[in-house]
């Protein structure tokens, strides 16, 4: 395959040569195979150009132009295309072919997840069930019907609104569905089976009263209630906060247990992966409860941020996943705490964009090539591009961003378009440098900032010093443009000044008057811009206890201890007495208890591994333990106070202040653990037995893992009998044991393999036990090389069943370059088979291959 690879670039776009008007799809569903039938309409745009169609893996079974039929001289059909030569301005091209969906372990296209049928389009998916031209810019008004065996399919769905129920014959049955929106094939999709589903409905600002259902396998009716609620809210908030309503009578979200990401837009009929759907108390963590929120509403949004408004060609993914993603941050932040959303973004993104970021895969948010689209549903294209919009919204204030988003949508509608129209319509209303700023979508890596100050004479002088790192290429970057917020606090914390200082030059001061003594900086405030800040000589004890910023208060926490672990690293003798007063003070702080959860919790490896030159998780896990003992030997008893006030076993309560006392109790619990103690054990064990929330029962397996194998053992073997048949539960069984920090972790991630509720083709079991393995670097990492080939045998017989797996698999060796020599030379054996790999996926291929570039 290495050879046969094929890269696209952005510079080499052009404009489709034919338009589709319409599509009409049937589709015969069938146990061993479909057969489809397309009727399209075309209009050629350009006078020599030939019909080229996308088609793979697709069984031809006749091709219609205009009514003849054309013989196999009048077309050739290879791997990858279904071309036409000589066709008229205007035709009708009637294709019927078979797909066989029962045998499609990929997840793309039309495919199974257990007994039902569904699809995944995006991005280039459409290709897989029926010729077509499968680019984002061609948009088309479908109409599907599907025909199947009532009895195991009595639901039929796909886009749009329900047109027309056909008379049954024999034992099968057909729906028409009908969508009047024109869109592009990824948004393609279709669903058969035996579903459960709730019903409820919304009101458009306009009166247009809508259909909500959530289709979902049989008994799990009761688990959607959460994801109803949350589409409700969505859709409410969507009209209130950018004026956008929902344009179809009808509005379905299927959950299907096999999917490869988390769920997808698919116009009027979502598909998601069960995990963002389903939830109750005794089965969904706190966490999941949120999950649902915002990837329901992330789903929802996309409605007008990707659908009306789609993508010219697919190196403008971030135009609809930067923006989508910013809005799903804002609506959960407005729906929770505020303060605790972004922090928890900011964490997301340092954990895995700025990972992503510093590795030899790091790209623009606005990528200018790749070899599988496939691999750039990336940190860097949402989360990053997220950032990026939400400093645009920085720079032009709610007001104007409101305006400048209602010109986007009005000037837009109904096209697919590029960043740039995006930016166009920012610039509107907003006074920028437009053209520096862009270099956000052209330019990779995380840009960080030196600070310097200087106090003389009441004038206080901030110097700040950009750096861009060089692109993968080893070519130079620019300084970025971004909006950085700071304020300067006098000595009991009042705020003397705050200021949105633009930052634009490589290096710049900025001047203060006014002040009797040098005042204390507090800096990049709501983490306006995503760099990093290398400020030296900081009083972080002082920022932790006054800063009036939530995020900044935040950051000095958690930078405090960074800098002692550093301290330890170097000699684990280190006096540390200085920073565990500074925690101290936090525990006695009288605040949100969620915030108050995120202040206590200690760096994590990966934000450690960050900070090193060159990787070594050895001392990084020594210097942690350490820290995690003093503390908790320290604080013990103020620690078990605070647990036993927040501990409310028989709380199952989904409200702010429940699902704070929850945070809070099971962080002070997960501090406390450090100890290894029987009374920790047994605060464990009790909590493990007796409380009614998932949130609980996890914290405490988590707990009783690292502390007593023992008891450990009781309480996995109590929770795997209690929970087997629910397949949700049992990827947290997996993650759980793949993440433990006992030896052995290889041994054992290994035999759950053969765990009758393991599956490989499910891919967030895989994900559960081998990706979360692959991130317990302690063992992954093991100097024996043992995890380096565990994992590479495993992404290689993923390749072929799931190569999309594969390839997000492999994303853990990104590392590469980073680590200490030792680990290097283990990794890149295996990486070397990898790419050597007969017949390896041009997925896992262009992941592999640039890691070892
Ligand atoms: N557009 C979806 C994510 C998605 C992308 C690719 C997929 O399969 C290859 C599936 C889903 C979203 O942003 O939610
Ligand atoms: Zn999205």
């Known amino acids: 395959m290495s050879n046969e690879v094929q890269e696209i670039f952005l510079k080499d776009y052009k404009k489709p040569s034919f338009t589709i008007e319409s599509v009409n799809l049937t589709f015969e569903l069938f146990e061993e195979e479909t057969n489809v039938t397309n009727i399209m309409k075309f209009e050629k745009l350009d006078e020599s150009a030939d019909l080229v169609l996308d088609a793979q893996e697709l069984e031809l079974k006749e091709v219609v132009l205009d009514g003849e039929v054309l013989g196999s001289d009048r077309y050739t059909h290879d791997e990858e295309t279904l071309t036409i030569s000589n066709v008229p301005q205007e035709f009708t091209l009637e294709i019927r072919n078979r797909i066989y969906p029962q045998k499609n372990t990929e997840l793309e296209g039309l495919y199974k997840s257990g007994d039902i049928f569904c699809t995944q389009c995006e991005p280039e998916g459409f290709r897989r069930i029926t010729p077509y031209l499968d680019r984002p810019d061609v948009m088309s008004i479908f109409t599907t019907t599907v025909i199947a065996d009532q009895k195991k399919y009595p639901i039929l769905l796909a886009n749009g609104n329900k047109v027309h129920c056909h008379e049954s014959f024999n034992t099968r049955h057909g729906v028409t569905w009908h969508d009047p929106h024109p869109k592009p094939s990824y948004l393609f999709a279709l669903v058969a089976g035996d579903l459960d589903f709730i019903t409820d409905s919304f009101v458009t600002a306009s009166g247009n009263d809508v259909e909500l259902n959530i289709y979902v396998d049989k008994g799990n009716s009761d688990k959607a209630d959460h994801a109803m609620k949350s589409l409700i809210n969505a859709m409410k908030w969507d009209e209130e906060k950018y004026g956008r309503e929902y344009d179809l009578d009808i509005y379905n979200i299927v959950a299907v247990d096999s999917f490869n990401m988390g769920a997808m837009e698919n116009k009027g009929l979502n598909i998601f992966n069960s995990a963002y759907v389903l939830a109750d108390a005794d089965t969904a963590t706190d966490a999941n409860f949120m999950g649902i929120e915002s990837v329901i509403a992330h789903e929802y949004f996309h409605n007008w941020t990707g659908n009306r408004i789609t993508c010219r060609n697919w190196f403008q993914l971030t135009l609809k996943e930067g923006l989508t993603v ?96 995006f930016l166009w319509a920012m610039k509107e209303y907003g006074e920028f440098d437009l053209e520096h700023f862009k270099l956000w979508y052209d330019q990779s890596g995380t840009p960080s900032l030196e600070v310097e100050e200087n106090y003389a004479d009441g004038k206080y002088t901030l110097t700040l010093t950009q750096n861009v790192p060089n692109k993968v290429d080893g070519s130079l970057q620019k300084a970025m443009y971004f909006p950085l917020k700071i304020a300067l606090m006098d000595k009991t914390g009042a705020v003397a000044e705050e200021k949105m200082l633009i930052i634009s030059k490589e290096s710049e001061s900025f001047m203060f008057e006014g002040f009797e003594e040098k005042p204390v900086l507090s800096i990049n405030r709501d983490f306006s811009a995503p760099v990093i800040i290398k400020h030296q000589d900081v009083d972080f004890a002082f920022l932790m206890q006054h800063d009036t910023n939530s995020f900044t208060k935040y950051e000095a926490a958690q930078e405090f201890a960074i800098s002692i672990l550093f301290k330890l690293m170097e000699d684990i003798e280190s006096d540390i007495s200085e920073y565990l007063e500074a925690f101290g003070a936090l525990l006695e702080l009288d ?109 405490a397996l988590d707990v009783l893992e690292s502390i007593d194998a023992e008891l450990s053992e009781i ?98 060796f990104k590392i590469y370059p980073k680590m200490i020599e030792s680990n290097k030379k283990l990794m890149k054996a295996t990486l070397e088979c990898i790419v050597s790999t007969q017949g390896i996926s041009k997925n896992t291929f262009e992941i592999v291959s640039k890691i070892l570039k």
């Open 591 to 699: 605040t949100d208890l969620s915030y108050k959860a995120l202040l206590l919790e200690l760096p994590s490896i990966s934000t450690l591994m960050q900070k090193q030159d060159v990787v070594d998780f050895e001392p990084l896990y020594k210097a942690k333990d350490k820290l995690s003992y003093e503390v908790a030997k320290k604080y013990e008893a103020k620690l078990l106070k605070l647990y036993f006030q927040n501990h409310e076993p028989l709380n199952s309560a989904l409200d702010s202040k429940s699902i704070a006392k929850r945070a809070l109790k099971n962080r002070v619990l997960s501090l406390l653990s450090a100890l290894e103690s029987k009374e920790i054990a047994a605060v464990a064990k009790e909590q493990y037995e007796h409380s009614l929330t998932m949130t609980d029962r996890i914290t």
């Open 715 to 812: 309480a996995f073997n109590d929770f795997y009998n209690r929970y087997k048949n629910n397949t949700l539960v049992m990827n947290k069984y997996f993650a759980l044991l793949a993440a433990s920090p006992r030896e052995g972790v290889l041994d054992r991630v290994m035999a759950l393999q053969n765990d009758e509720v393991y599956d490989e083709k499910v891919p967030n079991l895989v994900r559960s036990l081998i990706g979360v393995f692959a991130r317990n670097y302690k063992y992954f990492h093991a100097k024996d090389g043992y995890g380096y080939k565990f994992l590479s045998d495993k992404i290689i017989e993923i390749d072929k069943i799931n190569p999309q797996m594969a390839s997000a698999l492999s994303g853990a």
């Open 326 to 421: 910013f809005r799903d941050q804002c609506f959960s932040a407005d729906m929770n705490s505020s303060e605790v959303q972004r922090i928890q973004d900011v964490k997301a993104l340092r954990e895995r964009q700025f990972v992503e970021d510093a590795s030899p895969t790091a790209h623009p948010i606005q990528p200018k090539s790749y070899i599988s689209m496939n691999n750039f549903y990336t940190a860097t294209v949402y989360e990053k591009g997220a950032e990026v919009i939400r400093m645009l919204h920085t720079l032009l204030g709610e007001e104007n961003y409101r305006k400048a988003t209602d010109l986007y949508f009005e000037t837009f509608d109904g096209q697919a378009v590029r960043t740039d129209d």
